[in-house]
């Protein structure tokens, strides 16, 4: 079983931000930004590449939520996906990270 999975099912302990009853936000334990938060399905899902159109349709709504919730909307906010090894996907359970809470450097 994945280690987002084992979070899922309570097995390791997270920091939870939002929770439905398809979707979980949770703290980064390793911050890259002053808020760094992870968006997952309760579903496991490899990655954004097999990842079906309308669960990104929902995942989309309960994002924005996440990004209210930790008053990101006004200064605005980074949605980054990795996918795969070339792009550094370590975890492999879908999931966004929500970076925020100060200027971020650029990278594109
Ligand atoms: P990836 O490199 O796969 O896009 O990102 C995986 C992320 O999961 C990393 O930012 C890493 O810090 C985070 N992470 C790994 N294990 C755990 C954990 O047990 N708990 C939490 N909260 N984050 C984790
Ligand atoms: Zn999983």
């Keep these: 079983m994945c280690i987002f999975c084992k979070?899922?099912?309570?097995?390791?302990?997270?920091?939870?931000?939002?929770e439905d009853e398809n979707f979980l936000a949770f703290e980064d334990i390793n911050p890259q930004a002053k808020i760094h938060i992870l968006i997952i399905p309760k579903i496991h899902i490899d990655?954004?590449?097999?990842?079906?159109?309308?669960?990104?349709?929902?995942?989309?709504?309960?994002i924005q939520k996440v990004a209210s919730i930790v008053d990101v909307k006004n200064d605005g906010y980074r949605l980054i996906t990795n996918i795969g090894n070339n792009g550094g996907q370590e975890v492999k359970h879908i999931h966004f990270h929500l970076l925020g809470g100060e200027k971020l450097g650029t990278i594109l």
């Excluded at 979070?7 to 939002?18: D, Q, R, Y």
């Design 7 to 18: 979070i899922l099912k309570g097995e390791i302990p997270n920091k939870t931000i939002l």
């Design 47 to 62: 990655s954004f590449d097999v990842m079906a159109p309308k669960i990104m349709g929902e995942m989309t709504s309960f």
